[in-house]
Nanobody, 126 residues
Framework: QVQLVESGGGLVQAGGSLRLNCAAS????????MGWFRQAPGKEREFVAA????????YYEDSVKGRFTISRDNAKNTVALQMNSLKPEDTAVYYC???????????????????WGQGTQVTVSS
């Protein structure tokens, strides 16, 4: 079992930045693909970004590409999402996720992650 705990959410003005962090437990963390998803009020949960176990492959939803960067540190069992140039439409609850499938599956929506964090609120004001 893998436990995930997100942190770093908050309220920022449009154009600002936030860095979300996810701390994971589990002996096999380094073997898991990691991802970030978000869910805005009244909308379906949406893929945001994913990264392979080695960090060598990354995937981004089109609307965040160039603004968000996903990274991981397997030695520390953490994954981060650096969010720059934030827009009001980025407002959502952001969830950290982990799974044994490759990150491309999360990008395409063919597979769902196996584990989820509790979520952290990101609010971007105009």
């Amino acid at each position: 079992q893998v436990q995930l705990v997100e942190s770093g959410g908050g309220l920022v003005q449009a154009g600002g930045s936030l860095r979300l962090n996810c701390a994971a437990s589990g002996r096999s963390f380094g073997s898991y693909s990691m991802g970030w998803f978000r869910q805005a009020p009244g909308k379906e949960r949406e893929f945001v970004a994913a990264i392979s176990w080695s960090g060598g492959r990354t995937y981004y939803e089109d609307s965040v590409k160039g603004r968000f960067t996903i990274s991981r540190d397997n030695a520390k069992n953490t994954v981060a999402l650096q969010m720059n140039s934030l827009k009001p439409e980025d407002t959502a609850v952001y969830y950290c996720a982990a799974g044994g499938n490759g990150p491309s599956y999360y990008y395409t929506g063919e597979r769902a992650p196996d584990y989820w964090g509790q979520g952290t609120q990101v609010t971007v004001s105009s």
